[in-house]
């Protein structure tokens, strides 16, 4: 049998640079296609978000996927999953939010995050994602100039409005795993383990597919085989 697709989702705050590099280590069948840019999208944030991306991933193939998405994007894995018609054999949220049906982007921030952002909004915008940490700390996740300016190149100042937006009641129904890669994503794997799923701590960064995508490649080969071989059981 044909194994499913990984498709790795960057976050929507990101662009899909951030996981090509990992995607490249991992090899075919996988893919790192891009979002939208939130800038192009005017309200309907989630719903606009996953119809784009269902287009894209079904436009290739209807074969079965596994999502990986990064960072903020496993927020949007139920509605993107609704809209698919590929069916999904499973989800690994790499150093990710978990679904929040119900509630925004600033209902799961830890609240000084939360209200740091607020206070820097200017004309509805947050600034791009590089700007909200202190200088020199991207430096010190991604040390090499090239892979550093290729991130940053493809960021942009952010609306408002899609941290505040609610996320749709959609349940994630399919089979999940979830692999950490820095501290700040403690309670989504404690989550996770509680869910049953198969769970992987690797201390690195949660830049890690740029900064050591082998390391990143070998854990999301493993923890997809163990979700294919769930989906054949």
Excluded: C
């Excluded at 996988?30 to 989630?46: C, F, I, M, Q, R």
């Excluded at 903020?72 to 949220?93: C, D, H, T």
């Excluded at 978990?98 to 209902?107: E, I, N, V």
């Amino acid at each position: 049998m044909t194994s499913p697709r990984l498709i790795l989702l960057h976050s929507p705050l990101l662009g899909p640079y951030s996981l090509r590099t990992v995607a490249a280590e991992l090899g075919a069948p996988s893919e790192a296609p891009a979002w939208p840019k939130l800038s192009s999208v005017a309200g309907s944030y989630y719903q606009t978000l996953a119809q784009a991306m269902a287009a894209t991933i079904d436009g290739t193939s209807q074969e079965p996927v596994i999502l990986v998405p990064h960072s903020g994007a496993g927020g949007l894995i139920p509605a993107l999953a609704a809209q698919l018609r590929s069916p999904v054999a499973g989800v690994i949220f790499l150093d990710a939010i978990l679904p929040h049906p119900g509630r925004s982007w600033f209902d799961t921030a830890p609240p000084e995050t939360r209200e740091a952002l607020r206070a820097g909004a200017q004309m509805g915008q947050l600034p791009p994602w590089d700007d909200w940490w202190p200088p020199g700390a991207l430096a010190k996740l991604l040390p090499e100039d090239a892979v550093r300016d290729a991130l940053v190149a493809e960021l942009e100042p952010l609306p408002l409005a899609y941290f505040e937006e609610l996320a749709p009641s959609a349940e994630l129904t399919a089979p999940g795993a979830y692999l950490q890669l820095s501290g700040s994503y403690g309670d989504e794997i404690r989550a996770a383990g509680r869910l049953g799923w198969s769970t992987v701590s690797l201390p690195l960064n949660h830049l890690g597919p740029l900064s050591h995508p082998k390391a990143v490649a070998s854990v999301l080969r493993s923890l997809a085989g163990r979700l294919a071989g769930a989906a054949d059981g």
